[in-house]
């Protein structure tokens, strides 16, 4: 059984900066795509971030060039760096791991995530 924890959230003023990290108990995480995920109030979750066993990225338009995500094997996380961020990223963002290149189905139960809050 896999235990996501996320991390490293926060308030932050708009163009401010965040790295989260995503941590997994019970498996090796470099075997897998992983991708982190976002859910704004009354919104659904959204892809935010993905990468491929070969280190391809994706992103949405809505982040792409502020948003970068990245592997530690040594460390077995997965880590989002979010730069210029806006107040609609405003969100709680969750990691897990995606069964296909689309990343828009996970593998895992979700962990409880990491609150961002974008706000002057």
């Known amino acids: 059984q896999v235990h996501l924890v996320e991390s490293g959230g926060g308030l932050v003023q708009p163009g401010g900066s965040l790295r989260l990290s995503c941590v997994a108990s019970?498996?090796?995480?470099?075997?897998?795509?992983m991708a982190w995920y976002r859910q704004a109030p009354g919104k659904a979750r959204e892809l935010v971030a993905g990468i491929s066993l070969s280190g391809t990225t994706r992103y949405p338009d809505s982040v792409k060039g502020r948003f970068t995500i990245s592997r530690d094997n040594a460390k077995n996380t997965v880590n989002l760096r979010m730069n210029d961020l806006k107040p609609e990223d405003t969100a709680v963002y969750y990691c897990n791991a995606a069964d296909s290149i689309t990343f828009l189905s996970t593998l895992w139960d979700w962990g409880q995530g990491t609150q961002v809050t974008v706000s002057s």
């Open positions: 019970g498996s090796i995480l470099s075997i897998y795509r």
